[in-house]
T-cell receptor, first 114, second 118 residues
Framework: DAMVIQNPRYQVTQFGKPVTLSCSQTLNHNVMYWYQQKSSQAPKLLFHYYDKDFNNEADTPDNFQSRRPNTSFCFLDIRSPGLGDAAMYLC?????????????FGPGTRLTVL | AQKVTQAQTEISVVEKEDVTLDCVYE???????LFWYKQPPSGELVFLIR??????QNEISGRYSWNFQKSTSSFNFTITASQVVDSAVYFC???????????????FGKGTLLTVNP
């Protein structure tokens, strides 16, 4: 089945220690998104890639970076995780960057910062 | 700024009851799209429905139905004869363009936690 895969499902890191979360998709979609979701809150968009074009949200901290080496993979790098970065990180894809395309979500990576 | 309000933070019902989840939105766009997503305990958001601003027809899919009313800026979701498997967080979302008009993103409401008890 075509899908969005996130690894790992659970990630524990130490305060200040860089961490990378990965996302892959078999849908061949042009757009990939990264969301941060804290407990009992709505997902918050961090950034997205439209093909190789990177689009950062204005309020995304510099601590968060992303890479998309090819259509299938996208990475979220947190350079110096703080306690406030503990959250669920959701990857999503959509076929194209148009308002009517639904997004397909992965299962998320739950990040714990010690 | 565009906004989505889900006033109900949590709802608890007994199996087989009908339940309606409310969603009210604000937008300056004349063309926009509304979505409902379900997030079960496993964490993955699952797309349920999309509605565009020009189509106010209500929609029914099995036990699910949606009532879109532009006059009240509402897009409510009803589950008929609820089941334990319906227990999840449900998010209403609005697709909006950014200030440049070339990017689109989903603005989510805060979600409603639905618990269906046996």
């Amino acid at each position: 089945d075509a899908m969005v895969i996130q690894n790992p499902r659970y990630q524990v890191t130490q305060f200040g220690k860089p961490v990378t979360l990965s996302c892959s998709q078999t849908l061949n979609h042009n757009v990939m998104y990264w969301y941060q979701q804290k407990s009992s809150q709505a997902p918050k968009l961090l950034f997205h890639y439209y093909d190789k074009d990177f689009n950062n949200e204005a309020d995304t901290p510099d601590n968060f970076q992303s890479r998309r080496p090819n259509t299938s993979f996208c990475f979220l790098d947190i350079r110096s995780p703080g306690l406030g970065d503990a959250a669920m990180y959701l990857c999503a894809t959509s076929r194209d960057r148009v308002p009517y395309n639904e997004q397909f979500f992965g299962p998320g990576t739950r990040l714990t910062v010690l | 700024a565009q906004k989505v309000t889900q006033a109900q933070t949590e709802i608890s019902v007994v199996e087989k009851e009908d339940v309606t989840l409310d969603c009210v939105y604000e937008t300056r766009d004349t063309t926009y799209y509304l979505f409902w997503y379900k997030q079960p305990p496993s964490g993955e958001l699952v797309f349920l429905i999309r509605r565009n601003s020009f189509d106010e027809q209500n929609e029914i899919s099995g036990r699910y139905s949606w009532n879109f009313q532009k006059s009240t800026s509402s897009f409510n979701f009803t589950i008929t004869a609820s089941q334990v498997v319906d227990s999840a967080v449900y998010f209403c979302a609005l697709s909006e363009s950014d200030s440049g008009g070339s990017n689109y993103k989903l603005t989510f409401g805060k979600g409603t936690l639905l618990t269906v008890n046996p």
